[in-house]
């Protein structure tokens, strides 16, 4: 199932970027799952970091984003977005779209192949 992140780059401390996921194949909709953001620094695991109800009614977020970073979806264009504001250089890492998620502790059955952040002055 082909998930396709884009929008990852350099940013200084402070700033934001708008993180997209895109469902590339018609048939691979995404509006039936929950989808989520998780990250992975270098020499560290893959950590949660939001996820979204089929609907957009339901969100949850890791504490260390809560306040800054936003998940939202757009169904029609099979897409997902990841708002971050207020960057930490902590923040860095390759960001990585799931879909189908749930479970504690959260996991994903489908993953994109991820999106370098970098938070550096």
């Known amino acids: 199932v082909p998930l396709v992140e884009s929008g990852g780059g350099l940013v200084q401390p402070g700033g934001s970027l708008r993180l997209s996921c895109v469902a590339s194949?018609?048939?691979?909709?995404?509006?039936?799952?929950?989808m989520g953001w998780f990250r992975q620094a270098p020499g560290k695991e893959r950590e949660f970091v939001a996820f979204?109800?089929?609907?957009?009614?339901?969100?949850n977020y890791a504490d260390s984003v809560k306040g800054r970073f936003i998940i939202s979806r757009d169904n029609a264009k099979n897409t997902v977005y990841l708002q971050m504001n207020s960057l930490k250089s902590e923040d860095t890492a390759v960001y990585y779209c799931g879909k189908n998620c749930g479970g504690d502790p959260v996991s994903c059955s489908y993953w994109g192949q991820g999106t370098q952040v970098t938070v550096s002055s």
């Open positions: 979204i109800t089929y609907s957009g009614g339901r969100t």
């Open positions: 194949v018609r048939s691979s909709s995404i509006s039936l799952y929950t």
